[in-house]
Structure formats: C-alpha cells, structure tokens
C-alpha cells in the first residue's frame, strides 16, 4: 500500500492536467465554468496529452503493485480495490491541502 501512496507524489501532474481538461471542455459547455481566455487549441490536443500521461501512470502503478501483492498474504479481492483507494490519498493531500 506504500507503493500506492508514494506513487500518488507523481499523480499530482495527471490531476492538474484531467481539471485542466475537464473544465476547459466539458464543464464549460454545460456553463459550469469559464474556459482559459487563450485556449485556442482545441480539446483534441489536450486529449492527445492527457490520456496517454493517465496510461502511463496506471501502468507504472499495476506494475509496481504486481511484485507487493505477490508477497503480501491478502487476498487479491481485498488488495486491489485497498490499493485504487490508497493511490490517490497523497495526490489528494497534495494538491488540497498543501
């Protein structure tokens, strides 16, 4: 669960980047928000750049967490969904509380 936390240090970036998105597109065709003045880009590139940095980090989190849960004793029903909970705990600190 170690691997879970110190991996959400990096998670910090795919964070900023998924608000960043979400409320340049989304949210701010439903009115929800205002888009950045000099976002002239367009939402495609944005999402050329957010999925894959998202990919990459849950591919560097499964395959960190794959050698932990081999020598823990929990079962993998019970490991799993723990460490998705514990993963983002310090991106959360991070960016809402510091």
Do not use: H, K, Q
Request: proline letters at 9%; a positive charge; charged letters at 15%.
């Amino acid at each position: 669960m170690g691997v879970n936390v110190l991996l959400g240090v990096p998670g910090v970036v795919p964070a900023c980047l998924l608000r960043y998105y979400v409320s340049n597109g989304p949210l701010a065709d439903l009115g929800r928000t205002r888009r950045e003045p000099t976002e002239n880009d367009g939402m495609l590139l944005w999402l050329l750049i957010v999925v894959p940095v998202n990919v990459v980090l849950l591919l560097v989190r499964w395959l960190a967490d794959r050698p932990v849960r081999r020598r823990t004793g929990l079962d993998p029903r019970v490991y799993w969904p723990a460490g998705a909970l514990t993963a983002p705990v310090s991106t959360f600190v991070l960016v809402f509380v510091l």
